[in-house]
């Protein structure tokens, strides 16, 4: 079993910037998949960026050049740096993990970007 904790939500304004953190309860980013998704309000829940077993990187269209997933190399965290935020990237923010055939969320952390 895997305990994913995210954190570094809050409320920014439009253009500002975020970094989110997922830390695991044991090593595991080094060589699974991984990705993060969102939920705004009242909408289904979207897949933002990725990162395959093999390290390749891949975003959402709407997120490519402001977001960047990204690990760290003793395999407990992963990470989602937030560029150039705008009001509609308002969301419950989740981090995910699949091993093997399980997989393991978050319980997710709010972002607001309002004015």
């Known amino acids: 079993q895997v305990q994913l904790v995210e954190s570094g939500g809050g409320l920014v304004q439009p253009g500002g910037s975020l970094r989110l953190s997922c830390a695991a309860s044991?090593?595991?980013?080094?060589?699974?998949?991984m990705a993060w998704y969102r939920q705004a309000s009242g909408k289904e829940r979207e897949w933002v960026a990725e990162?395959?077993?093999?390290?390749?990187?891949n975003y959402a269209s709407s997120m490519k050049g402001r977001f960047t997933i990204s690990r760290d190399n003793t395999g407990n965290m992963m990470y989602l740096q937030m560029n150039s935020l705008k009001p509609e990237d308002t969301a419950v923010y989740y981090c995910y993990a699949q091993i093997g055939l399980s997989t393991f969320w978050g319980q997710g952390t709010q972002v607001t970007v309002s004015s």
């Open positions: 990162i395959t077993n093999g390290g390749r990187t």
């Open positions: 044991r090593s595991i980013f080094s060589d699974n998949y």
